[in-house]
């Protein structure tokens, strides 16, 4: 099985050594048969290549078994006609990853600010507000006048009913709860759309308790009654803004996993920034990396029929549970003594 390393920016070369250990650990325990392959992305790849994703690492991403991306540092790339590609929106939009997956829990032993939270919200990925995924060819974005700048919003029917369908599939193997979330009161044509289609995949999927919240209200409702959520499927740049509420929510970026799923294709990413301030001093916390490949083996492991897969990916996720439990077994930012590599040392031992 074939897994693909990008480790990307900053802090990503180092948070992206400490999951390919822990993979080859479960590789020894499980027998999975990987077998692994890096290749540079971001600034890396724009010194080497000119441009910061090439469209042959795309097409290696297709076929990958396995694809991790590290954390990408894109707001500090030069303009894209000078090589300065979004690695993380070119790989959704090239590969169709259209359903953004993005777990928020409390874990055991970690301050949060909501007491009990344990959702998933799923973020429709490849259109929206978003000026990369709006238009074939030019963005989403223009500016008729030097004073007036206008966005273009996309909102089809086929990618509302796909990204919704896979979002009642989770919430039935999950706790049967979906809350669609939207704006159709305003955006009566374009979310007016989306609200149809997700009404139309759940009931499709049935058995399902189906609610909707305006996404002003569900802001709100995720502060005061975040226990009363399962999962929540939203549009593209509402569900970009309450994944990051809900993971600050239930403790912050660096303990939330993301995975990027198309029909054909996954990438696990961690949902936090390349934090360059602190690259390279061994203190960077690679749960969030680690997170995302929990989910990304568990993924395989269904689309598959590999139960050995899906067992990594449960020894791996309650191994990480149990060390984020003891200030003995976290990082510093976790109020913890260990460094990264440390962090990464500890972790290997425990799912031997």
């Known amino acids: 099985m074939d897994v693909l390393l990008l480790p ?4 990503g070369p180092e948070i992206t050594a400490v999951t390919r250990n822990v993979l080859e650990a479960l590789d020894r325990s499980f027998s999975l048969g990987l077998k692994f392959t890096s290749e540079d992305v971001g600034f890396a790849s724009l ?24 954390p990408v540092d894109t707001a500090h790339y030069p303009p894209a006609d000078q090589g ?8 959704r939009i090239n590969l169709d990853l259209y359903a953004n997956v993005r777990p928020s829990k409390v874990f055991e032993g970690l301050p949060a600010l909501a007491r009990n939270m344990d959702l ?33 919003r996309k909102v089809t029917r086929q990618g509302s009913y796909r990204v919704s369908a896979f979002a009642a599939r989770l919430a039935a193997k999950r706790r ?4 669609i979330v939207h704006k159709a009161n305003v955006l009566k044509l374009s979310d007016g759309l989306f609200l149809s289609e997700a009404e139309k995949a759940a009931a499709e999927q049935g058995g399902l308790a189906v609610r909707e919240e305006h996404v002003d209200a569900m802001a709100s409702l995720l502060v005061r009654t975040p226990d009363a959520f399962d999962v929540i499927v939203t549009t593209n740049m509402f569900g970009d803004i309450l994944s990051n509420e809900a993971a600050e929510l239930a403790g912050g970026l660096g303990l939330s996993g993301s995975l990027n799923v198309g029909d054909e294709n996954a990438i696990a990413q961690a949902s936090h920034g390349s934090a360059p301030d602190i690259a390279g001093k061994n203190i960077a916390n690679p749960v969030s990396l680690l997170l995302s490949t929990v989910l990304l083996l568990d993924w395989k492991g269904a689309e598959t029929g590999r139960s050995d897969l899906q067992q990594a990916a449960n020894r791996l996720d309650k191994a990480i549970s149990e060390m984020l439990k003891s200030p003995d077994t976290r990082t510093a930012d976790l109020a913890g003594s260990l460094s990264c590599r ?11």
Request: glycine fraction near 12%; aromatic fraction near 4%.
């Open 176 to 179: 049967g709860h979906l809350t």
């Open 47 to 70: 010194e080497k290549h000119g441009a910061t994703i090439t469209p042959e690492l795309i097409e290696r991403a297709r076929k990958a078994d396995l694809a991790i991306l590290g």
């Open 120 to 152: 998933v919200i799923v973020r429709e990925n490849t259109e929206g507000f978003y000026a990369d995924r709006t238009m074939y060819a030019g963005t989403g974005e223009v500016m008729p006048t030097p004073d007036l700048a206008l966005a273009m």
């Open 8 to 11: 990307g920016d900053g802090i």
């Open 84 to 91: 300065g590609i979004n690695p993380s929106a070119a790989l």
């Open 342 to 352: 440390d962090f990464g040392s500890v972790l290997v031992d425990r799912i031997r």
